[in-house]
């Protein structure tokens, strides 16, 4: 068991630099936090972290001082950590639902990945607006879906094919009305920004019926209701 004890050391430099989509993407590793991750991925991991005066419960690893561990738990789980490659991305399907997500926050990214995979998206495309999808926050905001979803690289918004693409938006076809078949691509737009509008007037776009005492959904709340319409009806 190697105890690290200093901010210079290799290993914890490679380790503080996965809390930024910088340092996942040129290491290929991402960061685990929480008993909940740690329990069901332990196994696929190169690397557990424990503090010091933890117990080993997950077999042998590295023991951190106090100080440079609570650097690493920046959510506060007083739990091991674990580092594991990130999982490959894979191929688009073309059949189901197609999800494509421009979310550049990575907390509303990582909710609208949980969404899918409990929906069963067939593919999640990740433009190139979106976040990096193993940041801690999208990892923490998924409760883990992320290392399981079906995830596929995918271009700019301004470069997306727009042939039988369904956006969502205040002023669409109420959703709950709409004949869309099985095979659906939808577009989740960013939160704020939404959806360009030389994109918006190519595409057909659905709405989500609301009070008007709201003004709008949040924007993976809104694609999360999508998804729960278009998977009862796949």
Not at 2 to 26: D, M, P, V
Not at 70 to 78: E, R, S
Not at 93 to 118: F, K
Request: proline share 5%; hydrophobic share 40%.
């Amino acid at each position: 068991m190697e105890y690290i004890s200093s901010s210079q050391n290799a290993k914890y430099k490679i380790w503080t630099s996965l809390l930024e989509s910088r340092g996942i993407k040129k290491h290929g590793l991402c960061l685990l936090s929480g008993s909940k991750l740690i329990n069901e991925h332990h196994k696929n991991c190169d690397t557990i972290i424990y503090c010091d005066g933890m117990s080993e419960d997950y077999g042998p690893g590295f023991t951190m001082d106090k100080a440079l561990f609570k650097d690493l738990d920046i959510f506060g789980t007083k739990a091991p950590l674990a580092i594991m490659k990130t999982p490959d991305f894979v191929g688009e399907s073309d059949t189901g639902i197609r999800l494509y997500l421009p979310m550049g926050d990575p907390a509303n990214l990582g909710a609208m990945i949980r969404s899918a995979v409990a929906f069963n998206v067939s593919s999640i495309v990740l433009m190139s607006e979106s976040a990096n999808p193993f940041h801690p926050k999208c990892l923490r905001a998924s409760s883990g879906a992320v290392l399981k979803a079906p995830l596929v690289k995918g271009a700019a918004l301004a470069d997306i094919t727009t042939d039988g693409l369904f956006v969502l938006d205040a002023k669409g076809d109420n959703i709950f009305d709409a004949d869309l078949g099985a095979d659906v691509r939808l577009l989740v737009g960013e939160e704020g920004p939404g959806i360009p509008a030389e994109l918006l007037a190519s595409c057909r776009r659905l709405s989500i019926p609301t009070s008007k005492d709201v003004e709008s959904l949040n924007a993976a709340v809104a694609g999360s209701v999508a998804l729960a319409v278009l998977g009862m009806r796949a």
